[in-house]
Every structure is written in C-alpha cells, then in structure tokens.
C-alpha cells in the first residue's frame, strides 16, 4: 500500500486519466471507422451516378478508376454474361451490396441505364478496411498522444498543490526544539488551516507545560538554596568548635555535600534563566567574544593558581558574536570550570578566540586524562558525570553549554588530544561571527 498522498493521488488520476482515454479511444476508434467505411460508399455511390449520366462509357471492363483505393468499373450487359461471379452480380438488385470479385470480398454498386444494361462499381473490402484503419488510427493518436502530456501535467499541479505541506513540513524540521512560536497560517490552502491550527494549539500547550516546568524548577532551586546557605554557614560555625577526629571527617562530609547541592541549584537556576532568555536572535546585542572570555579568566585566575593550574589565553583575537552577554559568560565559565576539575597540578589550560571565514571560534585545551570514547558523545547530556566524577561537578555545566550553543545556532565538538604524547580534552564551538 502506497503511503505517500502525492503518489495515491497521482496513481489515482492517472488511472482515471488512462481509463477514460483507453475507452474514449475505443469509442473514437469505432466511430472514425464507421465514417470512414460510409466516406468510401459514398465516393462508389458518386462513382455510379457519374458513370450513370454518361460520365464514362465503353464497351468493356474500365479498370483503375481509382488505382490506390482499387475501385473498378464493370460493364454487365443487358443479359447475365462473363465468369459466374459477374453473371452472379447481374441478378442482384441495384444497389449496394457484399459480393466476390476474384475470390476476394468487393463492396459493389449495381445500376441499370435506361437502354437495359447494367454496370458494377467494386472497391475491394480489405482496401477499404485499411482505409478506414488507417483513418481511425490517426483520430485515436492525439488521445494516445494526449495522455502522456496529462499525467505530467497531473504531476506537477499534484506537486505545487503539495507544495504548502511540504514548505511547512521543513520550516518544522528547521525549527529548535524549544521554538514553539504559532505556524503562520497564510499563503496555505483552506484545506490545511484545521490540521495548522490544531498544530498551533498544541505547540502553546506545549510551550505552557515547558514554562511551568521551567518556572517549577528555578522556584525549586531558588526555595532551595536560603536553607542550604544558612546550613553552610552553622556548617562553617563549627570550625571554631572543638570536635573530635572523627566528628571533624564527617563535618567535612557534610559541607562537601552542601557545597555539591549548592554547586547544583546555581546550575539549575543558571538553565532556568537560559531557557527563558529570548529567543530572538534579532534582539541580541554583540558582544566581543574575547571581551567576555577575558573577564571569566580574570575570574577565575585565582582558583587556577590555587589549583596549580596555568590558565591563559593561546591566541585571542577580536571576533564579534550576537548573544546576550550573561549567556557567553555562562557558557565559557562552565567550559573552564570542567576543565579545572579535570586538569591536575601543575597543568595547563589554553583558550584561543580568532575568525575562521564567516564563524568565530572558541577553543580550549586542557592536559586532563581525558574522556574515554564510550563516554564522549555523551558529556554534553544532562546529569552525565562518567566514570571519573571529580569535585563538586553534577552533570550540568556541558549540558548548558550545548543548550547555549545551539541558541546561538552554533556547534560544539569535543575530542581527546591525541597529539604526540599529549593527553586532555580539547573542546572546539563554533558561533557565526556577527558584523562589528
């Protein structure tokens, strides 16, 4: 069973296009033959009648009166005479009637004149049959003709009528996932307006149930974090407390589960904040990408050296992006803080920033071990930690990057450094450069 509606709509057509062709011809063919048979008794019936005035006279048989059609003129006399078959033809009725000429079939004209004799006009039947074939096969072929050009015009109006559905159909795949702007309803056909509405609907239903998730979750963590910050901070009492050693490990414990659970409602609220960012790129301002990547370093400088850790730039040109400036932060402070995580003492992290045609491009290395490549695809994937989990990292800080990225309509590509005896993590993004 044929599952696309263009090719159940072009069989269809085509069938009833070949169908009422195959019988108008069938019809034509019969008519044109009939017409042409008539033409030709018609042409003996004159032939007689001239022969009948006077037209021609002679004493014996006039051959060839029409040599192509094989008309003959035959003198009977006034009594049966000649082979059996003309004696036979002298005691038929004037007329038109199926006799044999030689053996073969003949359509014959009889007439009597007024002195008594009687005359023949024959035409062979196979020649007036090939006559009258080939006339009606010239009638039937401009149907036969015909039919060819319409399946291809059938083909074409099937496919511009289709072409709303289609034109729709890859606006939705160009879409984002979080793109839940209403389907324009012009330029479509009325046919369509039902199915584009109900489409509409359920994209703002849709877009409802996100905004309610979305404002759930930045609630949640931003209801979450006044209890944990005042925990942190009765935690951070207890260190003026004398307390046993094994009072101390557990109080360790605990503030590096508080400052874990922190560390993830500060992602939440981040992914929160993203999402309901505008999604309009026309809006953004643009903003110098080494510009924002200075100010993060300049950030977490600190940290780095207290890590051990050499953080600077390796090339850092001036390349201009469009994006909101909180958003570029974010996501090259998450880039840098995974790399902090994994990079050990005495490491290094390198960032270059510089134009490559019409993309500007972010690149930052470290000399961590790495990820193995049964994990790679999998870091920017929400909550994913690996098998190496490290520090207070949850899972988040790549997962928002993608997100931004992919607002950004750029890409991100991470690989291991395999270069010589080099090891880490090198992560590549790539956002279209914006006029300065």
């Known amino acids: 069973m044929i599952n696309s509606l263009r090719g159940r709509l ?3 057509l085509t069938t009833i296009v070949l169908v009422t062709g195959l019988i108008g011809g069938v019809f034509a063919h019969r008519w044109a033959f009939d017409e042409a048979i008539e ?5 003996l019936i004159q032939i007689a009648g001239l022969v009948q005035s006077g037209g021609f006279t002679g004493a014996q048989d006039l051959h060839g009166v029409d040599e192509n059609s094989e ?32 053996g073969k079939p003949v359509r014959v004209v009889l007439r009597t004149r007024s002195d008594g004799s009687r005359f023949a ?19 039937v072929l401009p149907i ?7 399946m291809l015009v059938i083909a074409f109006v099937i496919a511009g009528s289709l072409r709303p559905m289609v034109r729709l159909a890859d606006e939705l795949n160009a879409r984002r996932a979080d793109d839940m702007t209403a389907l324009p309803l012009r330029d479509l056909p009325s046919e369509l307006n039902p199915f584009v509405s109900s489409i509409n609907g359920l994209l703002q239903r849709m877009h409802e149930m996100i905004g309610q998730q979305r404002r759930f979750i930045a609630d949640a963590a931003h209801e979450l974090r006044t209890p944990l910050t005042a925990l942190s901070v009765q935690a951070e009492n207890l260190d003026h407390v004398e307390l046993p050693p094994a009072a101390r490990e557990r109080l360790a414990a605990l503030r590096q589960g508080m400052s874990r ?17 505008s999604t309009d790129c026309g809006q953004w301002e643009v903003v110098e990408l080494d510009h924002a990547a200075k100010s993060v370093i300049a950030d977490l400088l600190r940290e780095a050296i207290s890590r051990g850790v050499d953080l600077g730039f390796e090339r850092a040109e001036s390349v ?7 958003m570029l932060a974010a996501m090259i402070r998450n880039l840098l803080d995974n790399a902090l995580r994994f990079t050990p003492a005495g490491g290094r992290i390198d960032v270059a ?35 190496r989990p490290e520090g207070e990292g949850v899972g988040l800080g790549l997962s928002i990057v993608k997100r931004i990225v992919d607002r950004l309509e750029g890409s991100i590509d991470a690989a291991n450094i395999t270069e010589g005896e080099r090891s880490g993590l090198r992560i590549v993004i790539k956002l279209p450069a914006a006029a300065a």
């Open 261 to 277: 659970s922190k560390h993830l409602l500060e992602q939440l609220l981040a992914r929160a904040r993203h999402d309901a960012a």
């Open 353 to 387: 920033i510089y134009r490559d045609c019409a993309m500007a491009v972010l690149r930052i290395e470290d000399n961590g071990p790495g990820v193995s490549p049964e994990e790679i695809g999998r870091i920017f994937e929400p909550f994913f930690r690996g098998q």
């Open 10 to 12: 072009f069989i269809s």
């Open 144 to 150: 036969a003709a015909l039919i060819p050009c319409l």
């Open 71 to 102: 008309v003959w003129l035959m003198e009977l006399g006034r009594t049966p005479q000649g082979t059996p078959e003309e004696r036979q033809l002298w005691r038929l009725q004037d007329g038109m009637r199926d006799a044999t000429r030689q």
């Open 121 to 139: 006009v024959a035409q062979s039947t196979g020649v007036r049959d090939e006559i009258a074939s080939d006339m009606a096969l010239r009638t």
């Open 320 to 326: 201009p992006v469009r994006g909101e400036p909180v």
């Open 39 to 43: 033409t030709q008794d018609s042409v």
